[in-house]
Structures are given as structure tokens and as C-alpha cells.
């Protein structure tokens, strides 16, 4: 099993473009969540969902969108970068309390 | 809003010796979870504790919780420097989302 992945690994963008940040699981997972991680703020949740087609915001939301268009697939989506976004992004699926993180896509805006 | 908040913010030791980390947290929790971050890597769960329970252990980790002081520690015994990570508390509700909330986090050093 590979667990979590997240594609891409890493990238650049510049102000105003657009992406889409994917995350897998295969362990069956209902939940699904997208975190951001900065230096001295420890990991704060952006959207999360509770199963295939739904989706809720949580602590920072605003400018992101997201997608749980297949059971294990959680897309997130950036319509318009800002260098605010500069950030790790982590993904995480769960059963149920415990949580496991794919390896983090490193983005800059410039 | 940060829930839990670790202290401290930097522990140094060296190999061999004990490293207690704590957490702080706001409002009532359904459970308490420690997670390990290696430097440039995902988050790996460690050990949960319920409200209802006192203390846990797992290998060389031991884990207390005190819900009428709303803290935990975490405590990792003869420390190796494979330890060597940022370590995470993160409080979960009720709510059916199974939504957690991490602290800032504890960056423990151990030398050899």
C-alpha cells in the first residue's frame, strides 16, 4: 500500500495563476482533510471532507476550493494564487481518530 | 485557532537522557494525539489517549492526560538520536468529522 501520496512534490507560481493539488489515499478512508503548515504556526486545517462528495470548510478556507469527486481522491485547488499562499500543504486521510499525512507539496508564489 | 500549544517551543538533550514534552489545550476533547514530523516529511501518529483515561504508554513513550488541568505530557525515555523531530499535539472532538487541531510544536534535539 502506498498510504498518502500528493502530487506535485513541488512547485513555482507566480501572482494570479492557478493550480490543483492532488491527494491520494488507499487505505479506504472516509475522511479526508488538506492542512497548511508555516514557520511557528504548526498545521492549520483548509477544507476537509467527511466522504465522496462532500466537503466543508475549516480554520483558514478563504481561497482555496476543493473537490471529493471519488472516494480516494481529494483535490485542492488554488484559483488565484497570492505569495500568502507561499506554504507546505499537507494532505490526511483517516478512519477514524488517527490521521496519516502524505509527504507535502512545497509551494512558492511569487 | 490553535488548540493545543507545546512547551517548550525547543528542547536540546542529550542521547540517553529523558525529553518531556507538554501540551495545553482550551476546551473540552474527545482525545488527545501526539504526532512526529522528521524534518521536510509528513506527520506520523504516535499514541492517542482518550478523556477518559489517565495514561498510556507504547515503547518508550509514555503519555498522561489531565483534563482537569486541560494538559498533557509526552515522555520518551532513554532518547536516541533518531528522536531527533518536531513533535505535535493535536486534540480531537466530538463531531463526526474527526476534525483535529494542532499545537505549534515541540522541537526536540538529541545529540549523540
Known amino acids: 500500500n502506498a498510504g498518502v501520496t500528493q502530487t506535485p512534490k513541488f512547485r513555482v507560481l507566480k501572482t494570479g495563476q492557478s493550480m490543483t493539488l492532488l491527494c491520494a489515499q488507499d487505505m479506504n478512508h472516509e475522511y479526508m482533510y488538506w492542512y497548511r503548515q508555516d514557520p511557528g504556526m504548526g498545521l492549520r486545517l483548509i477544507h476537509y471532507s467527511v466522504g465522496e462528495g462532500t466537503t466543508a470548510k475549516g480554520e483558514v478556507p478563504d481561497g482555496y476550493n476543493v473537490s471529493r469527486l471519488k472516494k480516494q481522491n481529494f483535490l485542492l485547488g488554488l484559483e488565484s494564487a497570492a505569495p500568502s499562499q507561499t506554504s507546505v500543504y499537507f494532505c490526511?486521510?483517516?478512519?477514524?481518530?488517527?490521521?496519516?499525512f502524505g509527504p507535502g507539496t512545497r509551494l512558492l508564489v511569487l | 485557532s490553535q488548540q493545543g500549544e507545546e512547551d517548550p517551543q525547543a528542547l536540546s538533550i542529550q542521547e540517553g537522557e529523558n525529553a518531556t514534552m507538554n501540551c495545553s489545550y482550551k476546551t473540552s476533547i474527545n482525545n488527545l494525539q501526539w504526532y512526529r514530523q522528521n524534518s521536510g516529511r509528513g506527520l506520523v501518529h504516535l499514541i492517542l489517549i482518550r478523556s477518559n483515561e489517565r495514561e498510556k504508554h507504547s515503547g518508550r513513550l509514555r503519555v498522561t492526560l489531565d483534563t482537569s488541568k486541560k494538559s498533557s505530557s509526552l515522555l520518551i525515555t532513554a532518547s536516541r538520536a533518531a528522536d531527533t523531530a518536531s513533535y505535535f499535539c493535536?486534540?480531537?472532538?466530538?463531531?463526526?468529522?474527526?476534525?483535529?487541531?494542532f499545537g505549534k510544536g515541540t522541537k526536540l534535539t538529541v545529540n549523540p
Open positions: 490526511a486521510s483517516s478512519r477514524k481518530e488517527t490521521q496519516y
Open positions: 493535536a486534540t480531537g472532538t466530538q463531531g463526526g468529522s474527526e476534525k483535529l487541531v
